[in-house]
């Protein structure tokens, strides 16, 4: 077919783009799904079985990591260097490996979870008596439905890797309305917590198999077989895998192990409060991803690939421009207007839910200075600089916890989450500056936007005063809606947190044209 490599043949300016666009349109779209669904579980389930589903969603990230071992990291340095069109043999080799190593690690798991199973439940999850059975449930379905799509990732995580990962958001978008639709179905006929975890599960099946065909779109070339099985490249992925494993086990513990150490301490309801916060704050720990991120790291080994070292710096430093911009406006809206959302959201009651949206929206938004270098470095194959500072900010964090969870309870887990993600995110950017030699005016990209941000405050605050302490949905949204309108045009106006070329790349990804038609 003439077009059929139209896809890999794209220029790698072209898919950052549509990577990106389509990232920040999941973002968009997707944005108000939890806030309808959290609120209704809540109500139909408790706070107690919405804290186990937390546990269990975070207990099966663990697993993943486990089971496979960084191999789509690995995978994602590796496939770049081959190109697709021509290597086929290659790219075939290093799917199908990964395919049959999942295969046989999803065995294992199985394995693991029939002898173990009941020690696990019972040491994360203190749930009273009336809840024990449903409890069971969520975590055995989970965690079976989790096994049999695990299967199938070690093919999917291939879109990431040719860098068209604008297939897998626009399937994000539509499977994610089409599982709030399925929970809240589930909710309203009365099949409480195991008909959203059964909504939830089998969503995410269905969102497999659709990346599936249109990997097959992509690259037409792939084939599944033993007889691609190359033990070469096996030991290859795993030496490398091994390596970006040590790092991604200590972001996610610095992500998740506050929940599982408050359930083993104290009561899934703290697990709850703490979901409730992340479930907000989250946003600004997403928006890396959001701004292209993940394709940051194949550019990066396609750039060192090419001996292009000047582009990866500019990358680095346009990238961290961006997510300052809008993880501090997150963040300080977060701050300024957290409280009465939560109290219009889900009523009184919440305060520690509160307590938990701020600190972790201010942790997560100085850890954000970690992310570029994180990912960067990475490409470049630095994975044992990652790799360490990664395992402090864990050690840390699973220290401070422990200690502070038990002598303060919710309030002590979320300052050691605080203090470990801060380190964790400034170890990194000191160690992508000393291999780079650059700073790229960093420090100018933080304040700026800071005081932009303060700018904010005083106008919405002028605004309050005026028209007293009233709230509603409507006057939130609005607020809302001024206090970004202000701190953008500070942001954009007045300190020029935006260059013209900033301003031009916005454009392009999004096709905004000027006066000329095209």
């Not at 068209?164 to 399937?171: E, I």
């Not at 709030?180 to 975890?197: E, F, R």
């Not at 994975?383 to 916890?401: C, F, P, R, T």
């Not at 919405?460 to 409507?474: D, H, M, N, P």
């Amino acid at each position: 077919m003439k077009n059929e490599w139209r896809y890999i043949e794209e220029p790698l300016k072209e898919k950052l783009k549509k990577n990106t666009a389509t990232m920040l349109l999941f973002f968009i779209t997707t944005f108000p799904l939890a806030f309808i669904i959290t609120p209704m579980v809540l109500k139909y389930t408790g706070k107690e079985l919405y804290g186990v589903w937390a546990l269990v969603t975070t207990l099966l990230v663990f697993v993943e990591l486990i089971g496979g071992l960084q191999m789509p990291s690995a995978m994602s340095i590796m496939a770049p260097k081959y190109d697709p069109r021509t290597r086929h043999k290659d790219i075939n080799e290093i799917a199908n490996t990964m395919f049959f190593y999942y295969l046989a690690s999803a065995f294992v798991l199985a394995l693991i979870y029939l002898l173990f199973g009941d020690v696990i439940f019972k040491m994360f999850f203190k749930v009273t008596p009336e809840n024990l059975n449903d409890s069971a449930f969520v975590a055995a379905f989970s965690f079976y439905a989790f096994l049999v799509n695990f299967v199938m990732l070690g093919f999917v995580y291939l879109l990431n890797a040719l860098n068209v990962m604008y297939f897998t958001n626009v399937v994000h978008i539509i499977i994610a309305y089409l599982r709030t639709a399925a929970m809240i179905g589930t909710l309203l006929l009365g099949y409480g917590i195991k008909g959203v975890v059964a909504a939830q599960m089998v969503s995410i099946l269905a969102e497999t198999v659709i990346l599936l065909f249109c990997l097959k779109k992509v690259y037409p070339a792939l084939e599944l077989s033993a007889s691609h099985i190359s033990v070469k490249k096996f030991r290859e992925m795993i030496s490398l895998s091994l390596k970006l494993l040590s790092s991604k086990a200590a972001v996610l513990v610095g992500q998740n192990a506050d929940k599982l150490i408050l359930g083993y301490f104290i009561n899934p309801v703290y697990a709850a409060y703490y979901q409730i916060g992340a479930s907000v704050s989250k946003y600004i720990s997403l928006l890396p991803e959001m701004m292209g991120l993940n394709s940051l790291m194949p550019a990066a080994s396609e750039l060192k690939a090419r001996d292009m070292h000047n582009k990866i710096h500019v990358m680095f430093v346009r990238v961290t421009r961006y997510i300052f911009f809008a993880g501090i406006l997150l963040c300080s809206g977060i701050l300024v207007f957290g409280n009465e959302f939560i109290t219009l959201w889900l009523g009184s009651g919440y305060e520690e839910a509160f307590l938990a949206m701020v600190v972790l929206a201010a942790a997560y938004t100085a850890s954000l200075i970690g992310y570029p270098a994180m990912n960067i470095l990475n490409g470049m194959e630095r994975v044992k600089e990652v790799m360490w500072a990664s395992i402090g900010a864990a050690v840390l964090n699973i220290v401070l916890s422990v200690i502070l969870t038990k002598l303060y309870g919710l309030t002590g887990t979320l300052i050691s989450a605080a203090i470990s993600l801060t380190a964790g995110g400034f170890a990194l950017y000191i160690i992508y500056r000393v291999i780079s030699g650059k700073a790229g005016g960093i420090i100018l990209a933080v304040v700026k936007p800071l005081l932009a941000a303060v700018v904010s405050l005083g106008v919405v605050a002028s605004v309050e005063y005026f028209i007293g302490q009233e709230t509603g949905w409507l006057l939130l949204s609005a607020k809302a809606l001024l206090f970004t309108a202000v701190y953008a045009g500070v942001c954009i106006f007045v300190f020029k947190v935006l260059d013209e070329k900033d301003i031009e790349l916005v454009k392009s990804v999004f096709k905004i044209k000027g006066n000329k038609t095209a």
